[in-house]
C-alpha cells in the first residue's frame, strides 16, 4: 500500500470524524488497536460502550458480504458482534468502514485465571456456535468476494475445492524444502496428497471463519461470550476451522482445546466417523500455506517451531490411517 494511503488510515482527526457521525451524542475516546491483522482497527469508548471501527485497507473492496455474514450468524443466534454503523466507501478515507459492538470479556488465551475444565467448558459453547456458522453456505470455494457493496450471496473465488486447497502448493513445498524440511517429509506430504486426494472433491461450500484459534473465542466471568473477528472469511470444506484450530492449538496454552470445542460442535451437527483425519488433513493443508507464508517474512520461532510439530504428528495420523 502506498505511504500515503497508509497515512491516511492511521489519521486519527479523521477517525475521530467518523466517531462524532456514528455518535454525534456524545465525545469518545479513540485508540488505535494494534492486534487487526486483515484490517485497520480503532476502540472507540462512547460513555460506558466500547465499540470498534475497521477499516478496510484495499481500495475498491467492501465490507458489505462481511456485513451479510454478520447478520446471518446473528439471526442462527451466534454470538458474534452487532454491526452499528457500515459506508462502503467512506468520503474522506476512499475505503470501505465498519463500527461493531464488542464482545465482552477476553480471548481463552488471556485467560490464565481460569482452570482447564472451565477452559474445555467455555470452548464447547465456542463449537455449538462454530457448528452453525460453518452451517452457511457459499457459492464457490477460496476468499470470500469483496468488490460487491450489494452481495445477493456469498462468492468463493474458485469453484473447485481442490483449486483452493492446493493453489500454492507446489510452490509452498518447494520453499520448505530448501531448508526447513527434509526431503522425507516432501515425499511424505506427496504421498498425504495422493492418498486423499479423493477427500478433497467436495461439491459445496461452507462458510468459514478461515483464522480460528484461541484468540478469538471470547469469555467474561468465566462464560462464553462469543467469537470476534470475520475478517478472514472463505468458503471451504465444512471441517477448515476444526482443522485450523487443532493446527494453533497449545500455541498460547498449556493443554487443546480441540477435543471440547468437537464435543460442542458434534452437539450440533455429527460428525463422520473419520473426523480425526478430515481434521488432520485441513491442518495440514492449512500448516504448509502458513508456514511457508511465516517463513518467507522471518525465521523460524516458537510459533513455527510448533507448526512444524503439529505437521510431523498429523504426518503420522494420516499415514497410518
Not at 458489505?64 to 442462527?76: D, F, K, N, S
Not at 511457508?292 to 490411517?321: C, F, G, W
Request: net charge negative; proline share 5%.
Amino acid at each position: 500500500m502506498p505511504q500515503e494511503n497508509l497515512h491516511k488510515l492511521n489519521d486519527l482527526s479523521a477517525i475521530a470524524r467518523i466517531a462524532k457521525r456514528v455518535f454525534p451524542s456524545s465525545s469518545c475516546s479513540i485508540e488505535r488497536v494494534e492486534e487487526g491483522v486483515s484490517t485497520f482497527v480503532y476502540r472507540i469508548i462512547h460513555g460506558r460502550e466500547t465499540f470498534y471501527l475497521r477499516i478496510l485497507p484495499e481500495e475498491g473492496q467492501s465490507f458489505a458480504p462481511e456485513i451479510a455474514v454478520h447478520e446471518r450468524l446473528r439471526a442462527l443466534g451466534v454470538r458474534v458482534p452487532e454491526i452499528i454503523y457500515f459506508e462502503h466507501c467512506e468520503a474522506q478515507l476512499q475505503r470501505s468502514i465498519m463500527v461493531v459492538s464488542e464482545i465482552k470479556g477476553k480471548p481463552l488465551s488471556q485467560s490464565p485465571e481460569l482452570n482447564q475444565s472451565e477452559q474445555e467448558s467455555i470452548a464447547r459453547e465456542g463449537g455449538r456456535d462454530l457448528a452453525r456458522i460453518n452451517s452457511v453456505l457459499v457459492e464457490g470455494f477460496g476468499w470470500i468476494a469483496r468488490d460487491d457493496p450489494h452481495p445477493g450471496s456469498l462468492r468463493g473465488e474458485h469453484q473447485m475445492h481442490s483449486a483452493f486447497a492446493l493453489e500454492y502448493w507446489e510452490a509452498d513445498l518447494a520453499f520448505l524444502a530448501e531448508q526447513f524440511l527434509p526431503i522425507d517429509d516432501i515425499e511424505r506430504l506427496n504421498l498425504v496428497r495422493t492418498r486423499y486426494a479423493s477427500w478433497l472433491d467436495i461439491p459445496q461450500a461452507h462458510l468459514a471463519h478461515g483464522d480460528l484459534d484461541a484468540t478469538h473465542i471470547f469469555q467474561h466471568e468465566g462464560h462464553y461470550s462469543g467469537i470476534i473477528d470475520f475478517g478472514e472469511i472463505r468458503g471451504t470444506s465444512p471441517w477448515y476451522d476444526l482443522g485450523h484450530f487443532s493446527m494453533r492449538d497449545g500455541e498460547r496454552l498449556p493443554f487443546r482445546l480441540t477435543p471440547a470445542l468437537m464435543h460442542g460442535y458434534a452437539d450440533l451437527a455429527p460428525l463422520p466417523a473419520s473426523i480425526e483425519q478430515y481434521i488432520c488433513l485441513e491442518s495440514l493443508l492449512i500448516n504448509v500455506r502458513a508456514l511457508a507464508r511465516s517463513l518467507r517474512k522471518r525465521p523460524l520461532d516458537r510459533y513455527t517451531h510448533h507448526q512444524i510439530m503439529v505437521l510431523n504428528t498429523d504426518l503420522e495420523t494420516l499415514l497410518r490411517s
